[in-house]
């Protein structure tokens, strides 16, 4: 029998049993102080260990994973990152507090960056900063969690969930977290199951654990049947993963022969290495808020990133969204500051329309991308049909700059992402060149329930008959008008919720990378004739 079962957050999809290895915190750790030349010589010996760890590390990974640990390795080799916390001890400061302090100083630099992707590396520092002290306070002979072990943890640093084995088992579950960081991510491309944002109670989990990733949930100390259910459970899942991979090069048909088109998601430059862009019909949702939410005023910079995305699709359709910064998205000196309900507050177009010098540079990055390839431009949480037009009128504009220079551009398609539940309902009176339905914020919208709380999970469900109905009435919308409609948002990618997205018309989805192959297999597994039979 189970004893307990504690909610969290889904944050990647399997079931896993194990003993809980509770990752120890840093914070309260505490050692005492040598002499100076005591001091220099145990941060010199930590700072040694770390290296050799994260060399070690190195050899085993691949892609994505070894790029992000060759970067702390780089920093670990180089002198300067040590050099100012010896110049702290000489002035008297024990070892772990000059580390610290050396590092704070590095982190903040990282943090202040133009550039997005050092601002990025910022938890990379973080993250060798912690590995040193973990050697210092003698923490770190725990060791990696043994293979097949649950790790419990607050949070948990991506090269600590490089260091595991996950290929023998395993799962993941933390206090605090959240799905779309950076390690959840990693976990979801690895197909290790991961429960976040547990909250306190991740203090109390001690023995046996079983972790349903797809869930949500914690089971503590469940009996021999559920044990061996869950495993069954996740050989078959491993296998099933392995199966899906094997055909992801090739186009999704369902049983009875219809083709479903599987883009991609981007965020971020790692997933493009995520997955081969064969494999996918193009990118349904760039998110530029994460790739060049820094660089608002600097139409080059966007233009590189754009070019970026355009060339790794090698042709294939790339949908690029216009910023959609607040609610959850903050960007400080362009989001409102202290809104009552950010959610319903200024954000994505409603924002950009208020700022139309950042969003004519936006636009003017986007339509000399345009000229690489097949470019869609896609407006995020627009209500009203009349911001679609403020918008092109904008994008107008700027194409007609564009041609009084000699700077190389071309019109971009343009479209909606349609999330606001008014403007799904009045889908058909949108102009736009095509809808892309965001289900993470349409629900959300929908069922009043906060994407992000736990609390309320269980209502923001995309299943809801209300949802759905919205969903097919914008299919419908789309067919009338003439123009396509995917589905962009995290219900696209789960296997429990494709078959009624298909059922409610929509024919193309877009996924994270780590996610496409399962997508695929799930399509292939659908009879779409049989689906609309269905009560
Ligand atoms: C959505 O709302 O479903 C969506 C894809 O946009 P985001 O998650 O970036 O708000
Ligand atoms: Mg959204």
Redesign the pocket.
Known sequence: MVERCIRGRAASEGVAVGPAVILRALEGASRAKGSLAEEHATLAAAVARARGEVAELIGTLEGDAAELIGFQLALLEDDALTESAYAHIESGVAAEAAWRAAMAAEIAGYEAADDEYFRARASDLADIRDRVLRHLFGLADDGPAPAGAIVVARDLAPSAFLSVDWTKGGGIVLGDGSPTSHVAMLARGRGVPMVVGLGPAWETLSGLLLVDGGAGLVEIGPDAERVARARAQAATLVQRRADAMAHQLEPALTRDGTRISVLVNISGPADMTALPAAACDGIG?A?TEFLTGNLLGDEEAQYQAYAELMRWADGRPVTIRTL?AG?DKPIPGYTVDGESNPFLGLRGIRLSLRHPGIFRVQLRALARAAVLGSLKVML?MVTNARELEEARAHLRAVLAELDDSSIAFAEPAFGI?V?VPAAALAAQDFAADFFSI?????TQYATAASRDGAEVADYADVLHPGVLAMIAHVARAGRARGVDVSI???AAGDARAIPALLKAGVRALSVSPGLLPMVKAAIRGLDLAALAEDA
């Open positions: 949702l998110r959609d609610g995020p992402m999330e965001g289900t993470n914020d349409l962009c948002g995290d």
